[in-house]
């Protein structure tokens, strides 16, 4: 039913592309990060919490429906709906439905709990569509509430130091995550204008504690031992410098690997993702009942041999141009003794 082809994820018979990475008449967006949410579509389809946010990005003026999670389009025959991705908020898997064959698109997913988002929901199918940004076994992450636990902890510390501290997260989705479960008595919490923006888009959805939007101008006594959350982006330049002394952490998936932090230049890593482990990409392939699995973004090549070999799936890479975490190029080699 779904092809790869040079736009993206193409269903004929809807004549609609998933996450199309190139210019295209219909598109479907599985959520509003740029590798997945590209300029220039004739119109977008999406999760109601996903729309203000793309129109922030991509511009005021497109064209956007939404749909809410189970509700239900045909097009041409093929019926199409949405379901919890678990990635952020407004994050969908993409079921599409045609002559009783199910395909469903996940775009990225996590299974683990984290306060902002709704919960992923496996949906049964016949072909699933998985990314594998973590797809070996050297990722499985720590629980949420222990990494939570553990940012703020080391905010106290910093603060009792004499230093702010400064989290690095995307300013969609784990900036979110990260503000929902700071400890608001420790000291005052500040916001990039990056981040800023997105919270005031989800403020009727998310829960978040009172927080400052921080923008050129900073009184140092006023920040002194503040928490302050900020994109990848403002960490290399003179708005970081502005906010001197402190100390930096970055919260990835990828700070499980040794001596990615130091290359990083962070204080501290904190292992932090909005996409699957190994244990929960497993999890939800199984979940779906797929027989055949395609494998895109990530450690590709290692986990579809993976599926193949030890559940006897009809697992097979699938080229894309999504590319998950951005400090996915710390990635090690995945060898058969990882596997």
Known sequence: MLIFDDNG??????????DPWKPVARAIVTHAHADHARPGMGSYLAHPLCAPILRL?????ISCQTLEYGEEIHINGVKISLHPAGHIPGSAQVRLEYKGEVWVVSGDYKLAEDGISTRFEPVTCHTFITESTFGIPIYRFPQPLQIHKAINEWWAANRADGYNSIICAYAL???QRVLAHLDASVGPIYTHGAVDNINALLSTSVKLPPTRRIDKEVNRKEI????IVAPPSATDGPWIRSM??????ICSGWMQLRG???RCGADMGFVLSDHADWNQLNTA?????AQKVYVTHGYKAAY???????????????????TGESIDNQQITATDETI
């Open 57 to 61: 990005r991509l511009g005021q003026d």
């Open 9 to 18: 994820i193409y269903c004929k018979q809807a004549n609609i592309y998933i």
């Open 285 to 289: 392939v199984q979940a779906t009942g």
């Open 304 to 322: 579809s041999r993976w599926l193949t070999e030890t559940y006897g799936l009809q697992a097979t890479e699938a080229d894309t141009l999504y």
């Open 260 to 262: 990615t932090r130091r």
């Open 244 to 249: 001197s002394p402190y100390r930096l952490g």
């Open 224 to 227: 002194k031992g503040a928490l």
């Open 173 to 175: 989705g784990k900036a």
